[in-house]
């Protein structure tokens, strides 16, 4: 009818009216988009009677005016999703205001029925509100304001105490997560910030919806559910594992990362020798005494347990928060079940040795007959440290000392990166064949250590000289065919060291296989009269995991078949080397060199 009179104006303004008509029932509800999209649909229901004006210039200003009118709907609409929740009247929304049934706090852990209601008294906890409508409410608003509803806390102390509400995470995974807006969780609740009530105290829990008009949140759920309790108090202690720590756990409720807990060790004999550790903060509900608990001379307990000769010695241990003890049992007005919680009790050896670390009463890191009723794996000890077994030491264990017996250079310089080349004297292991750490040293004779020789060679340490070639022999000849198992000329690092080095010596089998099993598992071979560089070198071993054939963990298949005395001494089926590389042997091809030669094993 409109367009039949042409009357451009009133079509314009007919549109317009219709348009903030119909923006005035949707911006409760619908988003930006949806009203767009109905816009433009009244648009196009209107275009047949605009062109029946039949004047094309008439239907683009009419556009144009119309286009105007959508751009300052759009632009109001806009404008009013900017505004702040509260200042929308919910007394006429579509959306009813809703009521909430169910309360229970984001960081409660404990299973008791009650335990939902558990509040930190420091403050900062969430608790969670659930109920008709609230998930409506929520996605309705572009925005969410954490003073839209006000959360009031009706103490048992008399006090009113208020917090805001924010949004947090439904999702699977992300429980309780906070949200920082509505778009950033799939599935969103509202949560009271907690404020800060003093222990002991309950409270009522009330919801206030602080808009247009303010109005009080219905609560449909069980009589005195709204209801939370601050507390803090212990409830129980464990000794728990993890890893290969065992440490003891305090289980309560309240505890708050604001705050600063220590673990108070105690003797349980006196009760008077105390040593404080700090507490790890894991969650409301959990605290660590991870802290090793070392028994040196800073502990007052370790004088108990250095004089205790009971390999029960006990300790106990109770949580502190400051100077004051943190409760052990809920306040009585509180409900659930009473109880007392105790300190833990445990012996010293239970906590000891499984704290990863090396007490001084410990041979090894958690070992040590004493200390922890079981021997350490052989560990090559020097000299004066506490022993168990001879297997803990580099030499001998005696009156629980370790006694320096050296049966190689390398055993010496391992002790003393100082020392200088010369004479040592060295012990022989008998059972030279079999794993390192498993030994039996007796006896003593002069060997000549060498530190200076060819550093470049990458092999820092001390060689130990095993024999020596003169210029004139040849591998084939009286030398190689002398006993083998005896010294040939026993004054071999004499004579070295007093600068006779062109001459005809060597160690015995037993003492050169004795050398090697307590070396790196190197053999050096020198010539060109000892000239620097003029060597080649036979690894027995894999260095880069500083291992040696005669370890017990290495993958050589074929060791028990290895003789390094004879390997280096001419012989039927050898001749002057016997490589091995993964158990396989492969005889060095003979060499004919000039000059005196010697052979060394090195770390």
Known sequence: MLATRG???NLSDALTASLFAAEKVEIQRRSDKTIADLMASLIKGNENMIAATGDQSKVTSAMDKIGGAIDAVVTEMKEAGKK????????????????????????????????????????GSLTVITGSGTQDLIESMLVWDPELVTCNFEGSDKKKYTGPTRLVSLEKGKLFVPCESVEDCDRVALACVVPKIPAGVSALVTLTWNGNPTKTLKYEGVPKSNT????????????ITVGSKKFPQAKGVGFSSSKTYHCKYYSQTTKSSVYNLPATYVDSNTLHCDQPLMMDAKNPIAKEYEASTSSFFAVGVALMSGKDAVAVEKPKAFPGKAGKALDLRFRVSDMMCTDGVKQPYEIGVDCGKS????????????????????????????????????????????????????????????????????????????????????????????????????????????YNAMNQNNDYRPDLGKQWAANNKNRAARLGLEKWNSIFKHSLGVVMTRYANNQANYQFTDVYA???????????????????????????????DASMGYCFHLGQKKPQQQLHLWGHMASAVQI
């Open 84 to 123: 702040a929740p509260a200042q929308l009247n919910v007394a006429s929304a579509p959306i009813a205001i809703p009521s909430w049934v169910y309360m229970r706090t984001a960081d409660a852990t404990l299973k008791d029925s009650y335990s939902r209601n558990l509040i930190t008294p420091s403050g």
């Open 228 to 239: 939370v309790y601050s507390a803090e108090y212990l409830s129980g202690w464990s000794m």
């Open 542 to 572: 894999t260095p880069e995991k500083n291992q040696h054939i005669y370890d017990s963990d290495h993958k050589c298949g074929d060791r028990s078949g290895l003789d390094i005395a004879r390997a280096y001494r001419k012989r039927d």
């Open 371 to 478: 200390a922890c009723n079981k021997y350490c794996p052989p560990l090559n000890l020097a000299k004066g440290a506490a022993c168990d077994r001879k297997e803990d030491c580099r030499g001998d264990c005696k009156g629980g000392k370790c006694t320096f017996q050296p049966a190689s250079c390398s055993e010496i310089f391992a002790g003393d990166s100082s020392m200088k080349s010369g004479l040592y004297d060295l012990v022989i292991d008998r059972k030279y064949s079999k794993n390192r750490g498993d030994n039996d040293l007796y006896g003593s004779f002069k060997a000549y250590c060498d530190v200076s020789y060819n550093r470049q060679t990458g092999f820092k340490g001390a060689w130990t000289l095993v024999q020596t070639i003169a210029s004139n022999q040849h591998w084939n000849n009286y």
């Open 7 to 9: 009357d451009q104006k």
